[in-house]
C-alpha cells in the first residue's frame, strides 16, 4: 500500500488499485460542478486527460495548485484537464466562480470514491482519511497512463512544469 505523509509526520496510507505508468487507466466517472452533477468521465481512449486529484479545493496548498492549472491549461490544446476532489459539487462551483476557473473540469469523487479507489489514490487513514491524495495522472489517447506524480508530503505543491510537460508529451 502506498503512503504519503501530512505535515511530514503522519503517515497516511492510500488505498485501492495502485495505478502506474504503462497501465491502462481505469474508466470511471466523476461529478462535475459546471454543468452542475454531469457525469464525466476520467480514463478511456481518444483523448489525453491531465488528471488532478487534491484533498479539497478549501485549503490553500490546493486552491493555489488548482488556480495554477487553470491558468496553464490554456496553453494545452487538445488536453482535457479536470481536478478531482471529494468536496460536493455546490461547494466546488462556489469557489470556481470566486476563484475564476474557466479552462479547467472541477470534479467531485464524493458520490461512490470510484476514482479514489479505482487509481489507488483514496487515503485510508490518518487525519485525512476519506479524502483523495495529492497525485497527477496523463492519460494518453490511447488509454493508457503516460505519467504518474505522487506529492510525497500532501500539505506541498505538485512538479508543475514536470506535469504540463507530460501533457504535452502526449498530445
Known sequence: MATVTFKN???CHMAGNE????????VVTV?????????????????????IAVP?????????ETRRFNQEAAAL???EVITVS???????????????????????DFRNKDFGNAYGVLLADGPLAGVLARVIFV??????VTYKQVVPEITQEPNYEEAIEAAKAAQ
Open 9 to 11: 509526520d503522519i503517515v
Open 19 to 26: 495505478v502506474n505508468v504503462g497501465d491502462t487507466a481505469p
Open 31 to 51: 461529478v462535475n460542478c459546471d454543468p452542475m452533477l454531469q457525469d464525466e468521465q476520467i480514463g478511456g481512449e481518444g483523448k489525453v486527460q491531465l488528471v
Open 56 to 64: 479539497s479545493l478549501d485549503t490553500g496548498v490546493c486552491d493555489a
Open 77 to 79: 490544446d487538445g488536453v
Open 86 to 108: 471529494m468536496d460536493l459539487p455546490f461547494a466546488a462551483a462556489r469557489w470556481c466562480g470566486a476563484a475564476g476557473i474557466e479552462n479547467i473540469k472541477v470534479c467531485s
Open 139 to 144: 492519460i494518453g489517447k490511447d488509454g493508457k
